[in-house]
């Protein structure tokens, strides 16, 4: 009941990063450059206390350091960006979809072979991404749609360079203190006229110390106690939390290329999953 419980939080903090985001873009004065900003130094200044109470535990290596929270900035960056035209659901849901082909590509590149079943499965799964970016009435535009990519594979990447971390809890707090000090950038080189009082500000502190630096944090304590099956899967559910999060707070609406799409890739995703060979 615990990881139940822990899984359906962690899913909703991270369908709400889409929620927050796109109401702030869509609602307020804030520019997808400030959004990130925020929200990375939020999530950085939220999980610091972990890295001085852990220091003497913790092994700083500048240079790798540095590489992990590199896909950190970019995916936050290009989230940001790609939300600017893009609905919360078909967001998420290119996210993802993008973020499990970018894993299952890279394992492929590295010489890992795919059975008959994990085949169909990713190959259904890309059909389905490819059928949601295809050009017509109800697709989305292709620029959103193209900064969401990146920002889905920066997150694969992302994925599969904390692989194996020996705490997972302190690389997050190391790599969230990265990407904030990045975000510093974006603030130097931007006009940064923010009202501090305002909504916007106030839904990118929330989606950064929150629903990011300790949704995250939650996410690597539900890792414990469930397999990476079951993780993989769990995360299907995001894009249509997502989805009717927009309907709800953004008045969005659903349409039936992202209902079909969303059955695709989430049937292709699944067959990969399922007919990965149990070790």
């Excluded at 520019?31 to 999980?47: D, H, K, V, W, Y």
């Excluded at 001085?52 to 913790?58: P, T």
């Excluded at 939300?83 to 590509?105: C, D, E, K, N, P």
């Excluded at 008045?251 to 059955?263: G, K, P, Y």
Aim: glycine share 10%; net charge positive.
């Amino acid at each position: 009941m615990k990881s139940i419980i822990l899984c359906s939080i962690t899913m909703i903090a991270f369908a709400a990063n889409s929620v927050l985001c796109r109401m702030a873009l869509k609602g307020t004065s804030l520019t997808p450059q400030e959004f990130t900003a925020i929200r990375l130094i939020s999530g950085s200044l939220i999980l610091f206390p972990i890295i001085l109470w852990k220091r003497k535990q913790i092994d700083f290596e500048p240079l790798k350091t540095f590489v992990k929270g590199i896909p950190l900035f970019t995916y936050a960056l290009f989230f940001s960006l790609a939300y600017t035209q893009i609905g919360a659901g078909v967001g998420a849901l290119i996210l993802f979809a993008s973020v499990q082909i970018t894993m299952v590509g890279i394992s492929i590149y590295q010489g890992n072979r795919l059975n008959k079943i994990e085949w169909c499965g990713f190959l259904l799964a890309f059909g389905g991404l490819i059928y949601l970016l295809f050009p017509g009435l109800s697709s989305p535009p292709i620029m959103s749609a193209t900064l969401m990519l990146v920002s889905g594979i920066s997150w694969g990447i992302y994925s599969l360079l904390g692989k194996g971390v020996k705490d997972p809890i302190i690389a997050t707090a190391k790599n969230f203190l990265v990407a904030g000090l990045l975000s510093c950038f974006l603030i130097v080189f931007s006009k940064f006229n923010i009202d501090y009082t305002g909504k916007g500000f106030l839904l990118a502190v929330i989606s950064g110390a929150v629903t990011s630096g300790l949704g995250y944090v939650l996410w690597y304590l539900t890792l414990r106690d469930i397999t990476t099956t079951v993780a993989s899967i769990v995360q299907l559910s995001v894009p249509i939390i997502a989805a009717f999060g927009g309907v709800l707070f953004i008045s969005e609406s659903l349409s039936m290329r992202l209902a079909v799409s969303t059955i695709v890739i989430f049937g292709g995703i699944f067959l990969t999953i399922k007919g990965k060979p149990s070790t």
